[in-house]
């Protein structure tokens, strides 16, 4: 008996890239979320993966640990890599380490490193991975 293959990304991150699946997780969350996306090539799946992962989390700590203000993800893609920056008003840098453990360290595994910040009250959430395969 064969088991039932169970995706751990939603359908849209491949038939719609990171720009449809970060949509996706826009209209899901129980806080607004703001996205401004000025990208127009996909990344590799991995990067794709690893950029979705980091953001479903951010937006999931927020839900949890912020104010209910509204959250904003950057998306912008160079030559050469794709960045995203999120911006979580009233989420504190201290639950964000552990929450967003997996999102960095499949960040790691593509040779990126995910930043985490704060100005002012705000929680600043910084990744860039490679495009080369």
Request: glycine content about 4%; aromatic content about 2%.
């Amino acid at each position: 008996m064969t088991r039932p293959h169970f995706s751990r990304f939603p359908v849209s991150l491949t038939e719609a890239g990171l720009a449809g699946a970060v949509r996706e997780v826009t209209d899901d969350s129980q806080i607004p979320v703001r996205v401004e996306t000025t990208t127009e090539r996909r990344p590799r799946p991995a990067a794709e993966a690893a950029l979705y992962r980091l953001v479903l989390d951010s937006v999931r700590l927020a839900e949890r640990c912020g104010n209910g203000a509204p959250v904003t993800v950057r998306v912008e893609s160079g030559d050469d890599s794709v960045s995203v920056q999120i911006t979580a008003p009233s989420v504190d840098a201290a639950p964000a380490r552990p929450a967003l453990e997996h999102a960095a360290d499949r960040l790691a595994a593509l040779n990126s490193e995910l930043t985490i910040t704060t100005a002012g009250n705000d929680l600043i959430l910084k990744a860039t991975v490679p495009c080369a395969s």
